[in-house]
C-alpha cells in the first residue's frame, strides 16, 4: 500500500492506491518515455541527414544545377526583354557576335577566332589562361574578357572575367534553346561569380561531356571555382561559325574575345592590353591541340575604336587596346599610376630634360619592365 494526501474540500485526507495501480502507471510512464526517446533520436537522424544535404550542396566556389534551375546568383535574359538591372546599373549578357542589343552604350569586339578554312573538330574540353590586371577597372566600365564555343546541343558556353562597375569579376554563360532564331535563347550568366586577384593569372576551362558541361577556373594547379550545369551537349564545337541550323548570318563560334559595352569616353577603349594565352582544346578521343587563331574584330560594329590591334602568336592572342593616356596626375583619378601603352625592347634615351630648382612636381619618364613609368619627384628650394 502506499499512502498519499489529497485534498478535499479544502482538507488534507490520507488515503492509498493498491501496489498494482502504481505499477501500472510506472509501466506507462516507462513506456511514454521509450516512445519519447525513439521520437527524439529520430528527430536527430532526420537533421542531421538534412545538414550534411546542405553542406554538401553549398561547398564554397562549387555549384551544380540544371539547366532548368539556374544557380541562385545567376541572372536570365532572353532577346527582345528588357536588359537586367541589379543596384540601378545594367547586367550586360555575354552574347555571340552579331547577336543584336539594343540601347547599349556602345558595342563591340576584337580578338581571334579558329579559321574559317579549318574543318570543324569536336572536343570534349577548351582552355585558355590570362592575367589579371594589376588594378581595378573604372566604376563606370562594363565589358567582358571570355573563351566561348558552341557545344553540341547548341548551347553558348563561355568563361573568362569582366570588368564590372570597379571589380574584375569572374564570369559564366550558357544558353537553353535553339540558336535558331536567336528570340528563343534564354541566356544563364554571371559577370561576377567570384571577385579575382588582381595581378593573378587564371586558367579558364569548359568540357562537355554527357548532356553536362562543367566550368572550371584554376590558380595555379588549384581549383579555385567550378559550376556544373545540365546543357544538353555531348561535345563543344571546335568551329569558325555555329553550323547548327539554318541562317544568312550565323554567329561565330570558337573565339577568345574582348566584349565591350560600357568605356570611360565615347569611342573608347579599355585601359589594358589582354593576352589569351595557351589556347588549347582536347579532342572527344583524348587528343590534344594547340588551338590555331586568326585575328578578328566585329565587323559590323562601327564602334570598334581603330587603334585596337590583335596580335596573334602561336596559340595566344593579344588584345591591344589604346586606352586613355595620361590625362592627369598618376594616370586617372584612382591615381593608378600607371599606362597600358607598351614600351620599346631597347632602353634608348630619346630627348632629355633639364632639371629645375621648383616647388612643383617634375615627372621623368622611364622604361620598366617593357612599360613607360612616370616618376614623380619634389624639388624644393
Known sequence: ?????????????????PNQHIRHNEGRGKRLKSKLSCTLVLLLLVSMFVACSNFQ???VGTSSQTASRQPASSISWMPGKRLPVTNGRVVFPPLPPQEPVANYYTHWYAGSIYPSLLPA?????????????????????FYYVILSAFDSNGSYDQIGFCAYYGV???SYSWTVGSPYPASNVVYYYDPAAMILSLGATYTFSITTQAGVTDFVAYQGSRMVWSLAVSTGGDYLVVSNYCAAGKRAAPPYDYTDYEEVYYTSTPNGAPDFNFNFCNNTWLSTHGTLHNAIWTPWYSPDQPQIPNNVQVVVN????????PGTWWPTFHHD???????????PVATKLYGHTRLVTTRSPVHLWVVASSMWVRVTTMFML
Open 1 to 17: 500500500m502506499l499512502w498519499i494526501k489529497k485534498r478535499h474540500r479544502g482538507l488534507f485526507q490520507k488515503s492509498y492506491l
Open 57 to 59: 550542396s553549398a561547398k
Open 121 to 141: 573538330q569536336n572536343a570534349s574540353t577548351i582552355n585558355m589562361s590570362i592575367t589579371i590586371p594589376p588594378s581595378e577597372p573604372r566604376p563606370e566600365q
Open 168 to 170: 574584375w569579376g569572374l
Open 314 to 321: 602561336s596559340n595566344s592572342a593579344l588584345v591591344e587596346n
Open 333 to 343: 583619378l584612382w591615381h593608378n599610376g600607371y599606362s597600358t601603352s607598351t614600351a
